[in-house]
């Protein structure tokens, strides 16, 4: 057995904690209750300063000068987006949303746990100013959700993880469409026709058989300063960009197969040749098959998840979940946008979720998984009420006033908050296949 070194017994429990897929979920909880402590502390001041101050790229007549918050949730959230949107498309093509019969049950579910939540918003607010928040309940984190479930472990089939996972990024497809359709004030064509020819371009390249990363990053780059001169959310460009990203591999599984096995012999004989400058030139091939054999778009998902989960989504929640708590604040659950937010995420996604799911199911549209009960799918729906980044995100877009901001983050976090412990209760007794 191989000797640890001592770098590897110290960083051996960080890599562990990386490794894990609740671990993002638990980087954004540190990060929310950082902020509430931050924002309701003596350091508030503070807080708000620093999210404020603005930082510029640039000179002159070509500098971009934002406060540092929007840097956050207009520049690192589409990457994001377009971690979101690498998501989406493997799931179009290989995953649970590439047929009709696998994408269905959670297509029902998306539909049904949106529909509901924003109704029960609209029903508190649907005659006051504050209506344009609807969207707000509708979203579901998914990093959230599916790193509660990973913490339950072998007590929730995979399948379940499979069925919640889908319905979260169909969930992700609505929000994008809500937020380019219904949160875009004004539109300025130039900028979007420029951004869409840096799409056909980045399309063109992609049948070339472009496979560099560097290319495609520098052309999103452009195309997400269209976007955001445009007065279409820049986001969206990170969404857009995915889509352009290849998605075969230059080496199928079987070429790779025989040319590793291939290379292997090769290194064999070469190595009881005692002849180490041949060997490595044979590794390098071997670490090239490995690349041929992997799509940018499978590459670009990997490299870019940890930085999403570790850095990119808690520095979101670090920036935008400091609400401050005064005196009066449980007065803010009689405010409508609050009650329309927290009721919208913790009873619409319930509702909304199991109902259509279960009217899917019942109408021969969809399949339930044979190992999944019914319990585990309501329990399923419960943490789908996590609206978490998505609700901030979605908030920032939908009002201007700080008050209405603030009330709505107390309806998110108080939502989110009630959705993952019944969500967690339920799925613990549920047990596994009953």
Same mark, same amino acid.
């Given at each position: =057995? ?62 971009? &000068? ?10 690192? =959230? ?49 005659? &006051? ?5 609807? *969207? ?25 993880? +499979? ?6 990024? +169909? ?92 290379? %292997? ?64 604040? %449980?007065? &803010? ?5 609050? !009650?329309?937010?927290?009721?919208? !995420? ?19 549209? *969809? ?16 943490? *789908?009420?996590?609206?978490?980044? =998505? ?26 908050? !009630? ?7 339920? !799925? ?7």
């Amino acid at each position: =057995m191989k000797k640890k070194k001592p770098i590897d017994i110290v960083l051996s429990p960080f890599q562990e904690f990386i490794k894990n897929e609740a671990a993002g979920g638990i980087l954004l909880i540190a990060a929310t209750v950082i902020a509430l402590v931050w924002a309701n502390s003596g350091f508030g001041d503070l807080y708000k300063s620093i999210w404020e101050t603005k930082f510029t790229i640039g000179f002159g007549e070509y500098a971009l &000068s934002k406060p540092i918050i929007l840097w956050i949730n207009d520049g690192l =959230m589409a990457i994001f987006f377009f971690v979101v949107g690498l998501e989406i498309k493997r799931e179009l093509l290989v995953g649970e949303l590439s047929s009709i019969s696998k994408a269905s049950l959670p297509i029902a579910a998306a539909i049904g746990g949106m529909l509901v939540p924003a109704l029960i918003y609209f029903g508190f607010n649907s005659s &006051s100013e504050s209506l344009s928040g609807w *969207a707000i309940p509708t979203a579901t984190d998914i990093a959230f959700a599916i790193g509660i479930l990973a913490l339950l472990g072998s007590r929730v089939p995979t399948s379940l993880k +499979v069925f919640l996972t889908a319905l979260a990024i +169909v969930d992700d497809i609505g929000a994008v469409l809500v937020i380019a359709i219904f949160y875009t004030s004004e539109i300025f064509l130039g900028y979007l026709m420029w951004a869409g020819i840096i799409f056909a371009l980045m399309f063109m390249f992609n049948k070339l058989g472009v496979r560099s990363s560097l290319v495609y990053f520098v052309l999103g780059l452009v195309m997400w300063l269209m976007f955001l001169k445009s007065g279409i959310h820049a986001t969206i460009a990170g969404v857009i960009g995915a889509m352009a990203i290849p998605a075969k591999t230059e080496l199928n599984k079987e070429q790779f197969i025989n040319r590793i096995t291939s290379l %292997l012999g090769k290194i064999k004989s070469i190595v009881q040749g005692r002849d180490e400058g041949e060997s490595s030139g044979a590794i390098q091939e071997m670490e090239n098959a490995v690349h041929e054999v992997e799509s940018p778009l499978q590459r670009l998902e990997h490299s870019l998840h940890y930085l999403v989960s570790f850095f990119i989504m808690p520095v979101f929640a670090l920036a935008n979940a400091g609400v401050i708590i005064e005196s009066d604040f %449980l007065n &803010s659950f009689t405010s409508l946008i609050t !009650l329309g937010v927290m009721l919208g !995420l913790f009873v619409g996604k319930q509702i909304g979720i199991t109902i259509f799911t279960y009217l899917a199911v019942k109408f021969k549209v *969809a399949l339930l998984p044979g190992d999944v009960s019914w319990r585990q799918i309501y329990g399923a729906a419960a943490l *789908a009420g996590i609206g978490f980044t =998505m609700s901030l995100f979605i908030t920032n877009l939908a009002f201007a006033s700080d008050v209405f901001i603030a009330e709505a983050k107390v309806g998110i976090l108080a939502g989110s908050l !009630l959705s993952g412990i019944v969500g967690w209760i339920v !799925l613990t007794g549920a047990g596994k296949g009953h």
